[in-house]
């Protein structure tokens, strides 16, 4: 079974730090993303990456970036957090194919911005 | 671009009775469809996916879905909930040809009466 860990379920921080949240896919996936669920907007992606040092911007990339140094982990840097960022984050990896692979979540990290 | 519209927000059934919850795409070849389901505070897990061929889908836990193209529609479908189905249902559409980015519904919320 495909297993995603995100390092932290919740995570409270305070306004201005600078923020990271960590995920390790065991699946050998080319493909990783991260998201952030807010009730009633369902999962907006913020970045993806398709291989290693690889990175795109998703639909709302402002105030994020990513790093994907080795193909199992990819981190998500909040350069200083703010308020709007409270959310839940979710991370997810899928392997290389044509638009037909299935995504595999992590159980998500519920970060508070204080 | 893709969109996914879930039209109902929250649906109510009791224990034991049919449901169907809807999903509405825009797409303007073959989709890649997909249904996934998240537990409170857990990550999101893949249900069932439809890419081409029989247009019903079995999934896991006894769902299905039917892909309707003449109603651009992807409902999903179970004869007879149990408790435990109690959750948030996301529908969602993937890109093709190397594009791995899914386009998630806003989701739709089930709550099991007894």
């Known amino acids: 079974d495909v297993k995603v860990t995100q390092s932290s379920r919740y995570l409270v921080k305070r306004t201005g730090e600078k923020v990271f949240l960590e995920c390790v896919q065991d699946?050998?996936?080319?493909?990783m993303f991260w998201y952030r669920q807010d009730p009633g907007l369902g999962l907006r992606l913020i970045y993806f990456s398709y291989d290693v040092k690889m990175k795109e911007k998703g639909d709302i990339p402002e105030g994020y970036s990513v790093s994907r140094e080795k193909k199992e982990r990819f981190s998500l840097i909040l350069e200083s957090a703010s308020t709007n960022q409270t959310s839940m984050y979710l991370c997810?990896?899928?392997?290389?194919?044509?638009?037909?692979?299935?995504?595999?979540f992590g159980d998500g990290t519920r970060l508070s911005i204080l | 671009a893709q969109s996914v519209t879930q039209p109902d927000i929250h649906i109510t059934v009791s224990e034991g009775a049919s449901l169907e919850l809807r999903c509405n795409y825009s797409?303007?070849?073959?989709?890649?469809l997909f249904w996934y389901v998240q537990s409170p505070g857990q990550g999101l897990q893949l249900l069932l996916k439809y890419f081409s061929g029989d247009t019903l889908v079995q999934g896991i836990k006894g769902f299905e879905a039917e892909f309707k193209r003449s109603q651009s529609s992807f409902n999903l479908r179970k004869p007879s909930v149990h408790w435990s189905d109690a959750a948030e249902y996301f529908c969602a559409v993937g890109e093709d040809f190397g594009n791995e980015k899914l386009t998630f519904g806003t989701g739709t919320r089930l709550t099991i009466i007894p």
């Open positions: 699946m050998d996936h080319e493909n």
């Open positions: 997810a990896s899928s392997a290389a194919g044509e638009g037909d692979q299935p995504q595999h």
């Open positions: 797409y303007g070849a073959t989709p890649y």
